[in-house]
């Protein structure tokens, strides 16, 4: 597959041929046969034409569970409940986890690490007022590995992660989008506990969805 569904019996065959690609896809593949066990997923983002000066975060699920109008969690829908400032009802604001595949790439395009993972939408006013969300991601054996093991901040030494954010910059949304960032870069000198900060770029389902 490559719309972030998981591949089925009723899915594209993978033939032994090349296939061509030209723009930044995702593939899920997976092997069937009738009166078998299928295998697991694989997961492969391929970037097309796309060089970034920042580490990336491809994450991929059934698209259904971003955009659809019953259960979407990045979409208004008709599904959905008030708060966060929003006008009316919305999808976003329900307390909704997804499941999703998570590939990370360095800086050198190296795959650092990969995982599933849950993911639900994150922030308060910030959700329903900027077009791009926050993402809370949550590492659970359900999905795979129960914690984190990587460096993901040099600011700080922590090799272990439960969750992490990706966040949309909340109110300076629309101005810097680093000001939080820099605010406590600023106090990590201090005795204050602080957040660590490092800009990514994030693909949802092989489409650029920004810097988080």
């Known amino acids: 597959t490559t719309d972030g569904s998981d591949p089925t019996s009723n899915s594209e065959v993978y033939g032994a041929g090349a296939r061509s690609i030209n723009s930044t896809t995702t593939f899920k593949f997976r092997a069937i046969e009738t009166g078998k066990l299928s295998s697991n997923i694989a997961t492969h983002t391929y970037f097309i034409g796309d060089d970034h000066e920042l580490p990336v975060f491809s994450i991929s699920t059934h698209p259904d569970n971003l955009w659809s109008n019953d259960r979407g969690i990045y979409v208004r829908g008709t599904n959905g409940i008030?708060?966060?400032g929003s006008n009316g009802p919305a999808n976003w604001n329900q307390d909704w986890e997804i499941p999703v595949y998570i590939e990370y790439f360095e800086l050198d395009n190296s795959l650092a690490f990969e995982s599933g993972a849950g993911a639900k939408i994150y922030g308060?006013?910030?959700r329903s007022i900027n077009p791009m969300k926050s993402l809370a991601l949550y590492f659970r054996g359900e999905y795979g590995k129960s914690e984190l093991n990587y460096k993901l901040f040099e600011s700080k030494d922590i090799d272990t992660f439960q969750s992490i954010v990706l966040r949309n910059s909340g109110?300076?949304?629309?101005n810097s989008q680093f000001r939080y960032g820099l605010m406590t870069s600023m106090m990590l000198e201090t005795e204050v506990d602080a957040q660590a900060f490092k800009p990514t770029v994030?693909?949802?389902n092989g489409e650029y969805f920004g810097i988080h």
Request: proline share 0%; aromatic share 24%.
């Open 82 to 84: 008030d708060g966060n």
């Open 124 to 126: 308060a006013w910030s």
């Open 171 to 174: 109110n300076d949304f629309s």
């Open 202 to 204: 994030v693909y949802l």
